[in-house]
């Protein structure tokens, strides 16, 4: 392991140590009380598990009783999502969280009933699963503050430098970082930027969305625009540290008023992930399908949380795939 690498490290563990208070803080972390089981329990990508904390708060049914139970992308090793056995290992990001949800319904465990993705299919072989869009979301590159990098990059600037064949810029030696592997966020930007495999430079395993992970000049990461907007206005546990957002072909992800930018080169759409056969389910269906869904009508809470609205995009139930 190399110094850089074990100062990351070290600067992770210190971050998450002085936090833990903080990410009990309400609508930014498990239910609470975990002991809740509500009818629909979710896992999966990390650049949701905030948003969807919120609108597990506010989506009720006819008797004003909560009806969304996500988990985080992290935290205890394992979790219990229903009421009789569910015991399962927390997924931590999208793909895991979609392998979880197809692995309930093989079994027909019923311990969930959706996963989060910032991704869309990536198997089209089935149809068995339906990506249900809410909300978008565009990622960018981070640096810190006090780097001398550049704050605009081309997306060719960018596929070089992941793919090792740009190792300095502005006379500092580059260390382009990625997150872990099941992360929706680190398979959208790389496909974005046209990079199928990462060079040897690049520093891989990192938790997405958490700017504590750049701790020298030449550290560039992959960052949700939402995410990085939620943590700045203190919505959620900020995890930005010295971090700061940069442009792409001259173009900012975020408007003057730091709403996001729908023209950013890199936007996509962010999902709840559902059994295709359960679209008709009554609880699935009023709360995630349509346009007026519970879900799509809560606007002003995935605004909240750095998300632009889809219209009468959200809650389309077009987009199937296996995993």
Wanted: with cysteine.
């Amino acid at each position: 392991m190399n110094v850089k690498s074990r100062a990351r490290i070290g600067a992770v563990l210190s971050v998450a140590a002085l936090g833990v208070g903080v990410l009990a803080a309400p609508a930014q972390a498990d239910p609470n009380p975990v002991t809740e089981y509500r009818t629909l329990a979710g896992v999966g990508s990390d650049t949701t598990q905030d948003v969807v904390n919120g609108l597990g708060d506010v989506v009720k049914n006819a008797i004003g009783q909560k009806i969304i139970a996500s988990w985080n992308a992290t935290g205890s090793a394992s979790i219990k999502t229903k009421l009789n056995g569910c015991t399962i290992t927390r997924p931590n990001g999208s793909s895991a969280g979609i392998d979880a949800l197809r692995n309930a319904v093989d079994t027909n465990s019923g311990c969930l009933d959706f996963a989060r993705s910032s991704r869309g299919p990536v198997d089209s072989s089935t149809q068995d699963l339906t990506w249900i869009p809410f909300a978008k979301d565009a990622v960018t590159f981070a640096k810190r503050s006090d780097s001398a990098l550049p704050s605009d990059l081309t997306t060719a600037q960018l596929k070089a430098i992941y793919e090792c064949t740009t190792t300095s810029l502005n006379g500092v030696t580059l260390t382009p970082v990625l997150p872990q592997a099941n992360s929706g966020t680190r398979q959208f930007f790389l496909s974005s930027i046209g990079v199928s495999a990462p060079g040897a430079c690049v520093t891989q395993g990192v938790q997405e969305n958490d700017g504590t992970v750049l701790v020298g000049a030449g550290d560039i990461v992959p960052f949700s625009v939402a995410q990085y907007t939620a943590q700045e206005k203190g919505v959620v546990t900020d995890r930005r540290g010295a971090a700061v957002l940069g442009s792409v072909n001259s173009i900012a992800p975020r408007n003057a008023d730091k709403s996001l930018n729908t023209a950013f080169p890199f936007t996509r759409d962010v999902y709840n992930v559902v059994p295709s056969a359960k679209l008709t389910n009554t609880s699935i269906s009023q709360s995630f399908v349509g346009s007026s869904s519970k879900v799509c009508a809560q606007t002003t809470v995935i605004t909240n949380y750095g998300f632009g609205t889809l219209g009468t995009a959200c809650g389309a139930t077009t987009l199937k795939g296996e995993r």
